[in-house]
């Protein structure tokens, strides 16, 4: 049995390991700061080719085509693609050395602790250099539910919406996204399921740096917003999460952070920081006396079992040095509170309309492939409108908590239809940032089938 000073101790996170990859990387951004070293020679090697390249032959629509290689960047100048692909990933090119994938011991499952992971990761890149260009900033979003239909008549068709608007977000900031509806782990069930799944996307996508886990109640409110990751490499944070450290040290609540919404590197901490956190779940012969261990420390937990949550907090509250690697974020919604964030739509749209009104720059057309620059060009709109509670900026993720759309036994606490009629005014206030781009718009956020056009200059003309 884990005493939990033993799980909580300092050095059980930082192997030799740990410390050798962590050893030149104080001010470095990365997990594995070689690796960028080498993508960065790569891509400037790549730029260089692609400018000269370009400079050469300025009638071609620039599609590099499939053959973008280690050593042999041959163009295939011969198909002129109506898409332009910048950068370029190349999607066939799998050669055949010898990668991690080949390891017959190699196991997706959470049962079994991976090692040497920064290196692996580090090879596999080595042999796909066309995934080098942007490789820092790689994202892929990883969400889920239940394999069972829903009890809610209408769970299915909200977790369906909630689905889009992860859809949505991630194309417009070209981002993968993984739906996973299967339990990787017979063992680790409802909120414990991320954690098999966080790992097994991390194997499935080595070209990733980040991989983010957003619950299915959860969902997107500012599409525009773009996560800050140059935040957490600038002092090497491997997991991001919503919480207050006050609420952890002082006050000691199971809510002092929110566990239904984080990024995590893709790197070899990451793995043994989910390993050590998995041992406080059902996968453990110790899942029960995690669970009085957490009830014991943490007053406001009001039900028995052990939780990742309350784990997260409690490995925090144990051993403080982890905020070196664990950033609390507070400075924006990375997930906020249905309940005191769903009031606030209408007069933030109101604002944003204004915004529009008086800068001629946001109200034009555009591609929806371009949307980032329109939220480049509003941010210099928003330097007062603050964030978080209080804010005027549309808030970043707001999370359905409590709200239970699939099996619709919400909290008690919540009267009647105001968890669905949140989700409704939450989804079609997200959903009119999108639709935007083609064209409508929903003129009652309670109204989800009725939209109108957008006239040109919109929203100069209105009322809305
Ligand atoms: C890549 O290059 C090889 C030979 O250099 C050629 O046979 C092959 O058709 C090319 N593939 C693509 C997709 O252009
Ligand atoms: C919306 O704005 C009005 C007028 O400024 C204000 O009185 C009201 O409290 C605001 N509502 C919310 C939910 O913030």
Not at 129 to 152: E, I, K, L, W, Y
Not at 205 to 234: C, N, Q
Not at 280 to 294: A, L, N, V
Request: some cysteine.
């Amino acid at each position: 049995m884990l005493a939990p000073e033993q799980l909580s101790s300092p050095k059980s996170h930082s192997s030799p390991m740990a410390k050798q990859l962590f050893r030149n990387n104080n001010k470095s951004s990365s997990c594995f700061s070689d690796v960028f070293l080498y993508l960065g020679g790569a891509l400037l090697a790549f730029l260089l080719l692609w400018s000269l390249w370009s400079y050469a032959s300025p009638d071609v629509a620039g599609n590099l085509g499939h053959n973008v290689t280690d050593s042999n960047f041959k163009l295939d100048s011969s198909s002129k693609s109506c898409v332009q692909e910048h950068p370029a990933v190349d999607l066939r090119y799998d050669p055949p050395d010898t990668t991690f994938y080949d390891d017959p011991a190699l196991r997706y499952s959470i049962e079994q602790p991976m090692k040497d992971w920064d290196q692996k990761r580090n090879e596999w890149l080595k042999h796909h250099p066309s995934f080098a260009p942007g490789a820092r900033d790689r994202v892929v979003m990883v969400t889920g539910s239940q394999t069972r239909p829903c009890r809610n008549p209408i769970g299915d068709h909200l977790l369906l919406r909630f689905f889009k608007n992860k859809v949505d977000y991630c194309r417009l900031h070209g981002y993968d996204i993984f739906y996973n509806n299967v339990l990787l782990h017979p063992k680790m069930h409802t909120f414990w399921a991320k954690l098999p799944m966080v790992k097994a996307a991390m194997l499935a996508h080595p070209e990733a740096e980040w991989i983010w886990w957003v619950d299915s109640d959860a969902l997107f409110t500012d599409m525009e917003y773009k996560l800050p990751l140059r935040r957490y490499d600038y002092k090497n944070h491997n997991l991001v999460i919503h919480g207050w450290a006050k609420l952890i040290y002082e006050e000691k609540s199971w809510t002092a952070l929110n566990a239904g919404v984080f990024l995590i590197r893709n790197c070899q901490w990451s793995m043994d920081f989910m390993d050590k956190w998995a041992k406080m779940g059902p996968m453990s012969p110790d899942y029960d006396k995690w669970g009085q261990i957490q009830r014991s420390l943490f007053k406001d937990k009001l039900f028995p079992e052990s939780d990742d949550q309350s784990a997260l907090i409690y490995l925090l509250y144990k051993d403080k040095s982890l905020t070196d690697k664990i950033y609390l974020e507070g400075e924006y919604y990375l997930e906020g509170y249905w309940l005191e964030i769903v009031p606030t739509y209408n007069n933030i749209t109101e604002r944003y309309t204004e915004i529009e009104r008086e800068d001629g720059k946001l109200r034009r057309r555009h591609a929806e492939k371009v949307s980032e620059q329109y939220g480049a060009f509003r941010e210099a709109h928003l330097k007062e409108a603050g964030n978080g509670k209080g804010s005027w900026r549309r808030p970043f993720i707001t999370h359905f908590t409590g709200c239970q759309p699939c099996s619709g036994d919400h909290n008690k606490m919540y009267e009647g239809d105001s968890c669905w009629n949140g989700m409704v005014r939450a989804l079609n206030f997200a959903d009119n940032q999108v639709l935007r781009k083609y064209g409508f718009v929903h003129p009652d956020l309670l109204d989800s089938k009725t939209v109108v056009e957008t006239p040109f200059d919109y929203p100069e003309e209105g009322p809305w």
